[in-house]
């Protein structure tokens, strides 16, 4: 009998923030025998949040990427990946990154 359970939480490698968006990198562990996405949320501590696309897993222990849209300059941003198949969902540890400062130009 083949048992499917939730997915084993991924693993944050890299965030790379930018002005308005950050590349967050990680590794996927266990699918829990089925097949598992993925997807970043980032959250601000004035309860902002933002979220990537969803991204099909490409195989266990894998390094996968994506990038979160629609960020604002200046904040101080947590991340968490999380990987959902048809059990349920799992997260990644939390990484955070601050978001590089908007440049104003004055005409």
């Known amino acids: 009998m083949y048992i499917i359970e939730k997915p084993s939480p991924p693993t944050i490698i890299e965030a790379e923030c930018e002005e308005t968006g950050a590349k967050i990198k990680w590794k996927s562990s266990f699918d829990g025998g089925a097949v598992q996405f993925f997807f970043v949320v980032a959250l601000s501590d004035t309860?902002?949040?933002?979220?990537?696309?969803?991204?099909?897993?490409?195989?266990?222990?894998?390094?996968?990427?994506?990038?979160?849209?629609?960020?604002?300059p200046s904040v101080l941003?947590?991340?968490?990946?999380?990987?959902?198949?048809?059990?349920?969902?799992?997260?990644?540890?939390?990484?955070?990154?601050t978001t590089l400062k908007g440049i104003v130009i004055s005409l």
């Open 77 to 97: 941003y947590t991340f968490y990946v999380f990987a959902k198949n048809s059990i349920g969902v799992t997260l990644s540890e939390e990484l955070n990154c």
């Open 47 to 72: 309860y902002k949040s933002s979220r990537s696309d969803i991204i099909k897993d490409k195989g266990e222990n894998l390094t996968h990427q994506t990038v979160v849209p629609f960020l604002r």
